[in-house]
């Protein structure tokens, strides 16, 4: 079992920048590929980033892409986005998620893959 707890989110105006944190506890770290999705209001939960467990591989949605960067920590635990030119619509809560893997350069897209999910933090951007 993995428990796993996001931070850093916030009120931020378009154009500004956060950097959100997913801290993992449980079970070791090291075999977790990781994911980050949001939800906005109304909306279904979108697909932002993701990294293997071996940090080689990153794949982004299209929406965040040259704007967005997953990165890892094995040592802390910790999975890291670095959110840079934010937009309105970016506004939406922001999920962790984590999906033990084999592979080191798998990383995936969708929801239903990841077996584990934080309890979001919540990211709003002023127009």
């Known amino acids: 079992q993995v428990q796993l707890v996001e931070s850093g989110g916030g009120l931020v105006q378009a154009g500004g920048s956060l950097r959100l944190s997913c801290v993992a506890s449980g079970r070791t770290f090291r075999r977790y590929a990781m994911g980050w999705f949001r939800q906005a209001p109304g909306k279904e939960r979108e697909f932002v980033a993701a990294i293997s467990w071996s940090g080689v591989s990153t794949d982004y949605g299209d929406s965040v892409k040259g704007r967005f960067t997953i990165s890892r920590d094995i040592a802390k635990d910790t999975v890291y986005l670095q959110m840079n030119s934010l937009k309105h619509e970016d506004t939406a809560v922001y999920f962790c998620?984590?999906?033990?893997?084999?592979?080191?350069?798998?990383?995936?897209?969708?929801?239903?893959?990841?077996?584990?999910w934080g309890q979001g933090t919540q990211v709003t951007v002023s127009s």
């Open positions: 998620a984590a999906r033990r893997e084999a592979s080191d350069y798998w990383v995936g897209g969708l929801a239903s893959e990841y077996s584990y």
